[in-house]
């Protein structure tokens, strides 16, 4: 089993910027792939971004295109979300999630694992 846990969230003014960090335990991340995906109150889940286990093949979805960046350290067991130019409808609970087959894909049925999630709130 693999545990995975969100840190980095918080209230932020828009046009602001966060981290949010997602460390894992009990299994090394270095052949998942790792994504981020996020939900807003009364919507469903939605892909955010994902790596592959070497670092390669990032995909972002097209509202985070230039201001979002993923990034992983494997030595670490970490993933990570920087998130620059925020807007208010960034507004949700994100959460990080594994994928035991590597493929990166936007489809949150493909990945095995779930973190519980940490909030951000963009003020207007």
């Known amino acids: 089993q693999m545990q995975l846990v969100e840190s980095g969230g918080g209230l932020v003014q828009a046009g602001g910027s966060l981290r949010l960090s997602c460390s894992a335990s009990?299994?090394?991340?270095?052949?998942?792939?790792m994504g981020w995906f996020r939900q807003a109150p009364g919507k469903e889940r939605e892909f955010v971004a994902s790596?592959?286990?070497?670092?390669?093949?990032?995909r972002y979805a097209d509202f985070v295109k230039g201001r979002f960046t993923i990034s992983r350290d494997n030595a670490k067991n970490t993933v990570y979300l920087q998130m620059n130019s925020l807007k208010p409808e960034d507004t949700a609970v994100y959460y990080c999630?594994?994928?035991?087959?590597?493929?990166?894909?936007?489809?949150?049925?493909?990945?095995?694992?779930w973190g519980q999630g940490t909030q951000v709130t963009v003020s207007s």
């Open positions: 790596i592959r286990w070497s670092g390669d093949n990032i």
């Open positions: 009990g299994r090394t991340i270095n052949s998942y792939a």
């Open positions: 999630a594994a994928d035991l087959w590597d493929l990166g894909s936007p489809d949150r049925t493909t990945y095995e694992y």
